[in-house]
């Protein structure tokens, strides 16, 4: 069995290489369906929540929302915020 010498200039190319490619997943899963708008149906299967929890985080303000007509949209970044704001880490 060889032995490879990894040198400074490899790791740090390596890095380039896979900060580059975690953008790129980034970018491209920005929104699991890949759209920016979800409608509520889409919002309460994300979250498996009733429509009733939904009204109740549209009324409390809990989730922010836009009225077009008769239907409502929701920002799918807007929705994962929520999600980060009111995590609970475990303390063990």
Request: charged content about 25%; overall charge negative.
């Amino acid at each position: 069995m060889g032995a490879t010498i990894i040198t400074s200039e490899d790791l740090m190319e390596f890095k380039i290489e896979l900060l580059e490619d975690i953008k790129e997943l980034l970018q491209n899963s920005q929104t699991q369906s890949g759209k920016k708008w979800l409608k509520s149906n889409e919002v309460r299967d994300l979250l498996g929540i009733s429509p009733g929890t939904l009204q109740n985080l549209r009324v409390n303000g809990t989730l922010p929302y836009t009225r077009i007509g008769g239907v409502l949209y929701y920002e799918y970044h807007e929705i994962m915020e929520v999600l980060e704001k009111n995590k609970i880490q475990n303390r063990i």
